[in-house]
């Protein structure tokens, strides 16, 4: 279900370093980014009550059923694949996103 986190966590992450108007306008970007994703997901149905519910991106079944690579097919791959992939690295590719705004937070925090 991390497809619910791809418009919550950049939104998230780009306001922890906000110091200065440069900082300020790069998060109120991302938040207008994250808005139009979260909005647009809603209308898929991908948030629900309770939050593990809801549709997820057709193309996750895909792969768990091996449309990618066979070898996920294997549930115990596949949990492999679940933890070290879905869960941890997407997560990693969020943060990534939105560390412009982490080097302008440096740049204006580190003296001249």
Same mark, same amino acid.
Do not use: H
């Given at each position: 279900?991390?497809?619910?986190?791809?418009?919550?966590?950049?939104?998230? &992450?780009? =306001?922890?370093?906000?110091?200065?108007?440069?900082? $300020?306008?790069?998060?109120?970007?991302?938040? +207008? !980014?994250? %808005?139009?994703?979260?909005?647009?997901?809603?209308?898929?149905?991908?948030?629900?009550?309770?939050?593990?519910?809801?549709?997820?991106? &057709?193309? =996750?079944?895909?792969?768990?059923?091996?449309?990618? $690579?066979?070898?996920?097919?294997?549930?115990? +791959? !596949?949990? %492999?694949?679940?933890?070290?992939?879905?869960?941890?690295?997407?997560?990693?590719?969020?943060?990534?996103?939105?560390?412009?705004?982490?080097?302008?937070?440096?740049?204006?925090?580190?003296?001249?």
């Amino acid at each position: 279900q991390v497809d619910k986190l791809w418009s919550i966590m950049p939104v998230a &992450y780009a =306001w922890m370093p906000v110091c200065d108007s440069r900082t $300020l306008v790069m998060a109120c970007l991302v938040s +207008v !980014w994250g %808005i139009r994703l979260t909005y647009n997901f809603y209308r898929r149905g991908g948030y629900q009550w309770p939050p593990w519910q809801g549709d997820e991106d &057709y193309r =996750w079944s895909v792969i768990q059923r091996g449309g990618f $690579l066979s070898i996920l097919k294997n549930p115990r +791959v !596949w949990t %492999i694949f679940n933890f070290g992939f879905i869960s941890f690295y997407q997560n990693v590719i969020l943060l990534w996103i939105t560390a412009p705004t982490f080097v302008a937070y440096t740049v204006a925090t580190t003296p001249a």
